[in-house]
């Protein structure tokens, strides 16, 4: 299986603040990476997929980058909505797994 | 708007059995896979199950093979999870989630159906 390893598990930042979350594949999962927003009580959001690719809808201020088996996802600008969790997660191979999420937090 | 409503959650006993649904609207459904994936109290998301857009694939995590059984009918518009053997640990908020047009992506999500399992 591959593992995916995210940091930092957690951080707090002020709105406006650029935020970076960096995710580490155990292998080479191509450029099979996605990005996902998660708030509590509401369904997962696809922010990001194939490394860079924005999904239809989501704000420019976010953008992935990366290859092979490091990754990052940036907030340019963190607006109040920002605040939530973010995974990564491999669609390279089943099973398909996820980083262990990202806690952004007000500070 | 794609929309993926799940049901079927509830309370079950360790052992036990219950089937999760899933009616999806919004979108082709007999063209597109799907996935189930839950998240345990507190933890992250895992994912569970896979199925190809006809039914002819069908992929599971370790936790769940041989227990837990993932089929669709197109028919319908709906998806199922059948879930046997029932152990605490299977505890979680399970979504359903359309699969994207790029291989194993997963797009789109339902809110989400609790299953708890306790004596």
């Known amino acids: 299986d591959i593992q995916m390893t995210q940091s930092p598990s957690s951080l707090s930042a002020s709105v406006g603040d650029r935020v970076t979350i960096t995710c580490r594949a155990s292998?080479?999962?191509?450029?099979?990476l996605n990005w996902y927003q998660h708030k509590p009580g509401k369904a997962p959001q696809l922010l990001i997929f194939a490394v860079s690719s924005l999904q239809s809808g989501v704000p420019s201020r976010f953008s992935g980058s990366g290859s092979g088996t490091d990754f990052t996802l940036t907030i340019s600008s963190l607006q109040p909505e920002d605040f939530a969790t973010y995974y990564c997660?491999?669609?390279?191979?089943?099973?398909?797994?996820f980083g262990g999420g990202t806690k952004v937090e007000i500070k | 708007q794609v929309q993926l409503v799940e049901s079927g959650g509830g309370v079950v006993q360790p052992g036990g059995s219950l089937r999760l649904s899933c009616a999806a609207s919004?979108?082709?459904?007999?063209?597109?896979?799907i996935h189930w994936v839950r998240q345990a109290p507190g933890k992250g998301l895992e994912w569970v199950a896979f199925i190809r857009y006809d039914g002819s694939n069908k992929y599971y995590a370790d936790s769940v093979k041989g227990r837990f059984t993932i089929s669709r009918d197109n028919s319908k518009n709906t998806l199922y999870l059948q879930m046997n053997s029932l152990r605490a640990e299977d505890t979680a908020v399970y979504y359903c989630?359309?699969?994207?047009?790029?291989?194993?992506?997963?797009?789109?999500w339902g809110q989400g159906t609790l299953v708890t399992v306790s004596s």
């Open positions: 919004g979108f082709t459904f007999s063209s597109y896979a």
């Open positions: 292998q080479s999962v191509s450029s099979y």
């Open positions: 989630a359309k699969g994207g047009d790029l291989r194993f992506l997963v797009d789109y």
């Open positions: 997660q491999q669609s390279y191979s089943t099973p398909l797994t």
